[in-house]
């Protein structure tokens, strides 16, 4: 039983180039949230989708789109990079709401030079 | 919004002693409250959540209590060992609110 899988791992980008995230999750949840992890920050909501077709804005949804291509795959975007969003990104899927324990992948750490 | 604050924000102790963490958070409706570890290079990993019309919720060697009254919480860690070392989470969140609002986190080092 795999979880939440991320890909890829790590990944460095140069300013102004554009990438996209991955993710998938196998437990047949409703929800599934991105965020990002920085020093001293605790994890940052970025964007969630609370069901297949739906997605919302976290606290830190800029310069940022995400795609919910089915019940178990939601991806991240990042359009133009820029070294403010150079962090580990998260994703994690859990149940109804955020009532419910949510699960967390290994991450993708993101460097923009 | 919701804030959580957390501390310490690091935290050493000798293998076989406890650990405390605490956590407070800012909205009284706040109602579930997760405890995650995260070890070097992995994602956070879920160990122990509470609810709010529970007071203490144990299982083995980590326990997490709740104090509504006064928002705060904290993950008690009995009999710590090596492995134990690690990044703490707290995190809070109420219903109809999407996302788990996280503390800033605790580094615990275990020293043998």
């Known amino acids: 039983n795999a979880g939440v899988t991320q890909t890829p791992k790590f990944q460095v980008l140069k300013t102004g180039q554009s990438m996209t995230l991955q993710c998938a999750q196998d437990m047949n949840h409703n929800s599934m949230y991105w965020y990002r992890q920085d020093p001293g920050m605790g994890l940052r909501l970025i964007y969630y989708?609370?069901?297949?077709?739906?997605?919302d804005k976290g606290e830190v949804p800029n310069g940022y789109n995400v795609s919910r291509l089915n019940k178990r795959e939601f991806s991240l975007r990042l359009e133009s990079a820029a070294p403010s969003q150079t962090s580990v990104y998260f994703c994690?899927?859990?149940?109804?709401?955020?009532?419910?324990?949510?699960?967390f992948g290994d991450g993708t750490r993101l460097s923009i030079l | 919004g919701e804030n959580v604050e957390q501390h310490p924000s690091t935290l050493s102790v000798q293998e076989g002693d406890s650990a405390v963490i605490k956590c407070t958070y800012s909205d009284s409706a706040s109602n579930y409250f997760p405890w995650y570890k995260q070890e070097l290079g992995k994602g956070p990993q879920l160990i122990i959540d509470?609810?709010?019309?529970?007071g203490e919720k144990k299982d083995q060697r980590i326990a997490v209590t709740l104090n509504k009254t006064a928002k705060h919480f904290s993950l008690h860690i009995t009999e710590t060992q090596p492995e134990d070392s690690a990044v703490y989470f707290c995190a809070a969140s109420k219903p109809g609110r999407r996302a788990l609002t996280f503390g800033s986190g605790t580094r615990l080092q275990v020293q043998p």
């Open positions: 989708s609370a069901s297949e077709g739906t997605t």
């Open positions: 994690a899927s859990g149940g109804v709401d955020s009532n419910q324990p949510q699960h």
């Open positions: 509470i609810r709010s019309n529970v």
